[in-house]
């Protein structure tokens, strides 16, 4: 009888540790998949070169071993604008072979401009139009097959807007084309720009040479705070820094600058990455 008692005990003992085997390695399996965060895009953001292309290729370079997936540029990849030097940064951003999209910066307006040209015209001959909306969709796609198609929402909105001409700031028809983007559904939505509407600090910002560039510029920053744009992103100012919106709900961004002149913080760039919850964050990357 003692034999029978002590096999049923070994026997039951055993079905326990079993069970609780299982469990644990089932909440290790849980855990894997949902609770530890993975990385769901990852992308680089690039500002004021103004013409020192061994620096852009530097930082192009850096940012594909980061693993990024592709690059926005925020303006002032040259001193003047004129056409050979927009093609000179044209040829590292193609070199990189990297996915990009860029915006102009006041800067690269100044040759159209001085020609009696539309301010855009360089800018726009060599890289396309300068503002743009960009959807990413089918983002769980880069997850394993077990996490498809379970609950998460798809979808990230990049608004990039040229509101770089300090004289007209930026077409009303492209503001909005744009604030009617932002209010569409979507699980995170960014917005890039050369130039800030808002700074806590800085007074370089969107309309500090016309009073009538201010007052959009303060309707761009409505925009951004009314439709809860989850992240804004600006150069120009080559210093690197994060700060809330007035209201506080909209992450801002200031990217540092990838040229050497005029930059207290040395040559730099950002990267941003966004996670399986569609939580993210800003990384600012000095220049090796």
Do not use: C
């Amino acid at each position: 009888m003692k034999k029978f008692l002590l096999v049923l005990i070994l026997i039951v003992l055993s079905v326990a540790i079993g069970l609780n085997w299982n469990r644990n390695q089932s909440e290790s399996i849980d855990s894997d998949e949902w609770a530890h965060k993975k990385v769901l895009l990852r992308f680089a953001l690039v500002s004021d070169s103004e013409d020192e292309n061994d620096l852009l290729a530097k930082a192009l370079s850096q940012a594909q071993g980061t693993g990024v997936n592709f690059v926005i540029g925020l303006g002032d990849f040259t001193s003047l604008g004129t056409l050979d030097q927009l093609m000179a940064a044209k040829k590292a951003f193609d070199d990189s072979n990297l996915t990009y999209y860029l915006t102009v910066g006041d800067r690269d307006l100044w040759d159209s401009r001085n020609q009696g040209e539309e301010a855009t015209t360089n800018f726009t001959q060599i890289f396309g139009e300068p503002t743009r909306i960009i959807y990413k969709d089918n983002l769980s796609l880069r997850f394993s097959p077990a996490m498809r198609g379970a609950g998460l929402k798809e979808g990230i909105r990049f608004v990039i807007l040229d509101n770089s001409d300090i004289y007209k700031g930026i077409d009303e028809s492209s503001l909005q084309r744009a604030a009617s983007r932002l209010q569409e559904e979507s699980k995170l939505r960014f917005v890039f720009a050369h130039k800030t509407p808002f700074h806590p600090q800085s007074a370089h910002v969107m309309g500090e040479q016309s009073a009538q560039v201010a007052r959009q510029a303060k309707e761009f920053l409505s925009i951004l705070e009314n439709n809860n744009v989850d992240g804004f992103f600006s150069g120009d100012l080559h210093f690197f820094a994060q700060f809330n919106s007035p209201k506080g709900n909209v992450r801002m961004t200031t990217v540092g600058a990838v040229n050497s002149a005029r930059n207290f913080q040395g040559p730099r760039f950002a990267v941003v990455t966004v996670y399986s919850d569609y939580t993210w964050e800003v990384e600012d990357v000095e220049i090796r």
